[in-house]
T-cell receptor, first 115, second 112 residues
């Protein structure tokens, strides 16, 4: 079946502009996660959704970052007034939240470049 | 806070075994994962191990877990050029939410 998809695959924007990144999780997956991967770094957790609610927003780096999930499916990550340090690959993952394994499956990511 | 450490680079000859190591600090972690990332691609789940296991084998992959030392390793037998990628160790955070804590990744280079 289809995996996690993300759009756009690449986004170049100017400093100060707002951007929206989209994630389509695997159908039926209850949990959705956003991570950020900066150049040469590991993955940094941003936010976790269970259904439409976000019990853990602890990883959002500033109030310029927000995310929502509607209908228990698609999620959008919005970055307002982008800064150059926001340049990174933003990865989305989803999981079934069944049993204890909760294996997360990742999308291909959106590469964001802020000029 | 929770931390996961990996060596950054490993170079092996084609046909040899590769061993990628990882240490972590959260002793309550229940599941530990290995992901593979090829250039320009997302993360591909390779394998995972539950914390009450010492070893898990899946074809060419062997995962060893030393819970006492909080050490995880991934062994790739008969390493091929197609195994060249970045390998991430990830530990499930035990603090109530299902977030993964990732290491910085080990870049595996396979040469003839």
């Amino acid at each position: 079946g289809a995996g996690v998809s993300q759009s756009p695959s690449n986004k170049v924007t100017e400093k100060g502009k707002d951007v929206e990144l989209r994630c389509d999780p695997i159908s039926g997956h209850t949990a959705l996660y956003w991570y950020r991967q900066s150049l040469g770094q590991g993955l940094e957790f941003l936010i976790y959704f269970q259904g439409n609610s976000a019990p853990d927003k602890s990883g959002l780096p500033s109030d310029r970052f927000s995310a929502e999930r509607t209908g228990g499916s698609v999620s959008t990550l919005t970055i307002q007034r982008t800064q150059q340090e926001d340049s990174a690959v933003y990865l989305c993952a989803s999981s079934l939240l069944s049993g204890n394994t909760d294996t997360q499956y990742f999308g291909p990511g959106t590469r964001l470049t802020v000029l | 806070g929770e931390d996961v450490e990996q060596s950054l680079f490993l170079s092996v000859r084609e046909g040899d075994s590769s061993v990628i190591n990882c240490t972590y600090t959260d002793s309550s972690s229940t599941y530990l994962y290995w992901y593979k990332q090829e250039p320009g691609a997302g993360l591909q789940l390779l394998t995972y191990i539950f914390s009450n296991m010492d070893m898990k084998q899946d074809q060419r992959l062997t995962v060893l877990l030393n819970k006492k030392d909080k050490h995880l390793s991934l062994r790739i037998a008969d390493t091929q050029t197609g195994d060249s990628a970045i390998y991430f160790c990830a530990v499930m955070f035990s603090g109530g939410y299902n977030k993964l804590i990732f290491g910085a990744g080990t870049r595996l280079a396979v040469h003839p």
